[in-house]
T-cell receptor, first 115, second 109 residues
Framework: DTEVTQTPKHLVMGMTNKKSLKCEQHMGHRAMYWYKQKAKKPPELMFV???????INESVPSRFSPECPNSSLLNLHLHALQPEDSALYLCASSQLWGINTGELFFGEGSRLTVL | GQQVMQIPQYQHVQEGEDFTTYCNSS?????IQWYKQRPGGHPVFLIQLVKSGEVKKQKRLTFQFGEAKKNSSLHITATQTTDVGTYFCAGPNAGKSTFGDGTTLTVKP
């Protein structure tokens, strides 16, 4: 069982839809991450939040909009996505962030299909 | 930017055979982490190595961190069907954990 909870597990959306992915952790971790993973590829970092502030944005298109309402929650707002954005979106958290980033705890992911 | 390379990309073994995956970074790492992702699953943390030349064991798994802290390996002794999955190394750099391409292990019973 994972201690990082992601909803929904599956999402199908059209290119004009607006949807959100949600992530929650109650381990007291102060860093939270969004990763994108395509089939047979490694996770690719999208965003990092540290102490509820956006610390890293890996040049992600603006159709992806992250939000960290508090230290336990992380959202990813989706708007006007393209079919090539279909992927597994993974949320992760860690106790530490920075030069000594420690173990990442991943959620089970949200599998997104854009039609 | 930092690059983390892993070989081999795929490894097919008979149950009971050994397995090794190798990870090489283009830059010196403060630490290296290993994750396992089962088919259809999510990455799960296995271990973190911090010290130069460090060796750690978890039952049949042996992890090594190179003396220069730029390479690492994972060795599984006597593979079992439960070992199937993709093994990723990850090297944190300036707050970004860069994952290697992974080695996908299949085990024939």
């Amino acid at each position: 069982d994972t201690e990082v909870t992601q909803t929904p597990k599956h999402l199908v959306m059209g290119m004009t839809n607006k949807k959100s992915l949600k992530c929650e952790q109650h381990m007291g971790h102060r860093a939270m991450y969004w990763y994108k993973q395509k089939a047979k590829k490694p996770p690719e970092l999208m965003f990092v939040y540290s102490y509820e502030k956006l610390s890293i944005n890996e040049s992600v298109p603006s159709r992806f909009s992250p939000e960290c309402p508090n230290s336990s929650l992380l959202n990813l707002h989706l708007h006007a996505l393209q079919p090539e954005d279909s992927a597994l979106y993974l949320c992760a958290s860690s106790q530490l962030w920075g030069i000594n980033t420690g173990e990442l705890f991943f959620g089970e992911g949200s599998r997104l299909t854009v039609l | 930017g930092q690059q983390v390379m892993q070989i081999p990309q795929y490894q097919h073994v008979q149950e009971g055979e050994d397995f090794t995956t190798y990870c090489n970074s283009s830059t010196t790492l403060s630490n290296i982490q290993w994750y396992k992702q089962r088919p259809g699953g999510h990455p799960v943390f296995l271990i973190q190595l911090v010290k130069s030349g460090e060796v750690k064991k978890q039952k049949r798994l042996t992890f090594q961190f190179g003396e220069a802290k730029k390479n690492s390996s994972l060795h599984i002794t006597a593979t079992q069907t439960t070992d199937v999955g993709t093994y990723f190394c990850a090297g944190p750099n300036a707050g970004k954990s860069t994952f290697g391409d992974g080695t996908t292990l299949t085990v024939k019973p």
